[in-house]
Each structure stands twice: as C-alpha cells, then as structure tokens.
DNA sequence: ATTTAGCACTATGAAAAAAGGAGTGCTTAA
DNA sequence: TTAAGCACTCCTTTTTTCATAGTGCTAAAT
C-alpha cells in the first residue's frame, strides 16, 4: 500500500518520531506548531489525518501522539537522512580499527561493545569462523603415554585443539591415523570435512587401524569445533538505562525473550548484504523492540551485526554506526 | 566478641534467619510462637534482647525482624547445618561431570549455570589456566608467504595461538627463531616465561636474527595470552527474578556495581581452600549482597567459583552446591 | 522469676478521593 | 485553509482515609 502524504505531513510524522526517539513522551501539537509556524489546531487536524492513515497513535484519548509502527517505517524508508558519526564516537571505534594488536574478531567485539556503551541498545555478534578456510595441517603432540594433543589448523589461521585420552592405544596407530586423515582430507573446505571425514575416511581407518572407533570420534570433535558459531550478545544490561525499561517486568520480559530468540535475530532470511531494519512485529523476538542488521564478510570469516533496542530507536545513528563497523571490519 | 546467646535465643534467631530467607519478609512474633509453643509476648521480649545485640533489626518501630549482618553472620557461623542437596539438583551437575565429552572448564562453566538457574544467584567463574603449566613445544605454519601461525602447546595441552603479519622477514629468520626460543625455553613454567623472554632470550636473538624486534613482540604476545585469566559471570538476570531487585534502580545499581567489582569477589585475600562466606560490607561489592566462593585445584588448572547474592541467601544449600560442585572438579 | 494476657500505639501499604494539567476534538469565525 | 475558543477526557500526582500487622509496656498468673 502506497501512502500519499502532503509535505506538512511529511514534516510533522518525522518531527514527531524525532520527538519521541528523544524524549519518549508522547508528542502533543503545541510543541511542533512552535517549530512549523502554524497554530496547534492546524497540526491537530493533520495529526489526526496521520493518525487515519495509521502512522501515529494515541496512549488514550487526550494524550499526544506516539508513532505507530508504520509510522517508523515510514520515516526509515522516507524521511529519514543519515545522520553523521559524531567526532567523540568515530574517535572510539577507531581507536579500536586502528589497533594492530587486535585479532579481526576482537575488533568486531569491542566496536559492538562501544555501540552499546554510547546507545545503551544490546549488540549481537553471530561470527562463522568456518567460512571458506580449508584444512591445513594436522598436528599431535604427545603430552603423556596416555594423552595427546591434536592441533588443527586452517588456512586461514584459525586454530583448533582437543586434548585427548589414548589410553590403549599406541602411538604408531595414532600416527598411522594422522597421516591417513592428511592425505586423505587436507586441503578440503572445513564446512566439508565431517561428511568427508565420515563417508570417506572412516572406512578406510577401520580398516587400517585397531581403536578406529574411538579415534574417529576424537577427530570428528575437533572438527565440530569449527563449525561452531560463536554468539556474543553484549550490553544486555545498558538498556536498563532506557525509559522503556522502567519497570522490573518488562525488563525481565525482554531479557528473556533476548535470550530465548537469539536465534531469529540472526536468522538469515535473506542474502542481502545491506543493512535490514526490524520493526516490532518484524522483529520475531518483541513488539516492542526493533532489530538492525547487516552482515560482513572478510576473507577470514563471516557473520552477522545487529544492534537490538526498542523501536524508539535511534535508527540514523544506528544505521551509521553499523554501516561504519561493517566498512571497517571489511577493509580490514 | 564472643555473644552468648541462651538455647532459645539460639532457636529463635535461626528461625528468623531460615523464616526471612525463605519469604523476604520481615518476621512478626506470631509466627515463631506457633513454632515454640509459647506466647508471643515472650518472643517478642526475646527479640528485643536479640536485637539489642544487634543480630536483628527492625525497618521501622512496629514492624518484624530481619537480620542483620551480624544476625547472618552469627547464623552462619553457629547455627546453620548442611543441607543436602536435593535429588533433583544433583542429577542436573551429575549429568554435567558424569559428560566425558566435556572439558574439565565447560564442566565448571555449566555446572555454575545450574546453580545460578535453580538458585537465581549469579555465579562468578575466574580460571587461571596458567597454573603449573610448562612449555612443551612451538610450532610454526606458514599460511602465506607473509603470514605464519605460532602454536604453543604446554605439558597439559593447553594450547594457544596467534596469526602474525611477518612480512618481510624471511621463512629462516623466523625458524632459526624459533629453534633459538625453543632451545632456551622450553619446559619453563608458563608464569614464567614471559620474564625468561624478556631478559634471556631477547639479548640473543637480537644478537642473531635481524628483525628481532618484532619477532619478539610475536612471541612475547602468544605467551602473555596464556597467563591471561578467564572472568566468566553468569545467571546476571536471574537475579531478577529474586524480591530484592524489585525496582529497577536497584537492579541497575547492583549489576553495576557487579561489573565494576568482579576483581573485588574473586580477590586473593587468603590462600585458603575452604569455602568462604563474605556477607555485606565485607564483600566490597555492595551492603546488600552476600559472596561464597572457593578455590579449586586440578592438576591442569586452577581457579575460583563463587556465587553472588542478595545477604538473603540460602547459605546453606549454596554452601553446599559449592563444595560438591569443587569435588567433581577436583577429582575429574 | 518467668511467662502470658491485655492494651495502647505506630508505621505501612492499599485503596479512595481530590486536585491539576496536558492535550484532544469540535465548532465557528477569520 | 487556518486559527481561536471551549468543553471534555484521561492521566498523574497528591492527599485522605482506613485496615492491619506488628510492637512495647504493664500487670496479673504461673
């Protein structure tokens, strides 16, 4: 449905959402007449045109008007502009970007973490170390007669370890095994390696090797290892700070939904790379909480960035930042 | 100060303990004379005296009893008996250290999500990996010609790694650096390697190997993330769940306070290994709150565990929690 | 010498009532 | 179209009222 607006409307459905992003009160006629010039009777009649049209919303009959949730999408998809990174905030991030000590998965973490601190909304980073590296080496050091590290690298530097018990079994085999699963799988994408290891190899050591059974199941571990995505959910608690959260129950509500939903924030429907905003309903997790994400891609590993926090969210300035992030963690 | 308080002031006392810390009410006479079999006017002129020794307290000039600090300690100190835990509970932490599969650390991590899950307490994980570890073995693996991967591996496979930019430095600089650092330290407990680097090795190499400045710092980096320690915390928003933090405020103010304080909870201030109870002031987090925690020791590693809550907390059956969770570590 | 019954008293928390105010819609005049 | 005026509504805050759970003290009973 295409909504038709008069530019008066236009400017009075961002005032207000602008408003309200700010102040969380809702916002009567009086204070927007004072910016437009206009009596306040004369905003009333529009706001109760907007209001018709489904983009503002009242508490109760006399209260100022609140944006509904097509309010807000419409002023993301229409009226918002974007709105600059501040120098206080840009200084933050770089100082993390710019650090060379840091490990790309540390920068993403800790620029979220900054997100959180100066918006008081949570982050979620969904990292896939997994993407695209290839096996590349297999090492066991023996630490004991009955245990033995196995060290799995790929080819991109990400490092895999399990310390394991080979009681009963003897080096030679273990040896015999490694060399096996070199020849059989290195260079074979990660994602692949457990089918591989499965279908392909465990054949062929159960027929070379006395404990294959048991030193099957240490390699197939290690591997799982890598598929694994790391979830880091950070600021939880910076929205206490928010007027939304002003009671103990809503707080605990949301808390727990976060908890319990993670998943659908990150859920990919779609494979866009662009930035995608989440609005109540739409978010899968709270009416009353909005989601923007993106996703990033480096030539170590992929993921997904979002920033979570009610829908009275400062969407330019979040979208900015996570746009900036995004760039950064790319360039890097 | 040693109180001597008569048997029934004893009786009385611990019924107003276990009564508060059941219902978070303060505790009227009535309810303790239906127990006692005896008027409430008695009780009541046994409060005064308890109160007078400053074990209880009042909120204001007519209403019940709550403890005070002293009370609690007092209680702890002289009244509670071990609770065992319940049936249910310890099914949930055996099917935890019964799981080979996991690593003695997720053991630790997951059994403290238990207890914060049917307790609603937050519990606090410090683990020093660092601990009686010495170096085994490093290995190097070129990725590309500018990049290689450091793996280090300690005698009870621990194992840490880091990519490194060495552009520019050639394949033999850095084996024959390698070679040198091996030769020099390995089997040097980890704590104290970085020193060794430091003020033995570094000399060296730069007498040997042109870019040893930088491939120093390599080296010096992967070993300074094995004494790093892990801070775990976990069950924060349970906490919410608990009377205490029924206003949002106080929910801020303490899980502020909790993250600003970890160090102050996991604190070194005696090498004891028994469990420690810190009620109040003394747990340099908040007045309101209550520590017990306790050092474990395995032969791989060694940390501390503790579980944070309001002063109202059932020490009892965390004392006990505790002291089976430390157990199941220490002898897997 | 304790213990208990009786009674006056007190702060609290919940509910009800009152006051104040911000904001609306509608009607009418500019 | 826009603005001014006005009645009306609902929320918020404050004040009042009221019941109650609990106390401390005194005097009688054991």
Redesign the pocket.
Known sequence: MILVLTD?QKEILKLIVMEYIKNA???????I?DIL????????????SL?ELGLLE????????VPSEEGYRYYVNNLMKPKEISGEDMLKLQLIFSNNQLEISDCIKKSLEIVSDITNYTSVVLGTKSHDNILKEINIVPLSNDTVVVVVITDKGFVEHKTVNVEGISLEEIKKTVTLINNMIIGTPIDEVSSKLEFEVKPVIGRYVKEHERLYNVFYNVFTNFTNKSVDVVGKSNMLKLPEFSTVDKVRDVLEKLDDNIDNIVKEDSESKDIKIYIGKETNIDDDMTVIRTKYKTDKEEGTIAIVGPKRMEYDRVVNLLEYIKENIEKK
């Open positions: 008066r009160k809702p916002v009567g006629s009086n204070l007449c010039n206009c009596s306040s009777a004369t905003v009333r009649s529009e706001m109760a209001e009242k508490t109760h009959t006399s209260s100022g008007r």
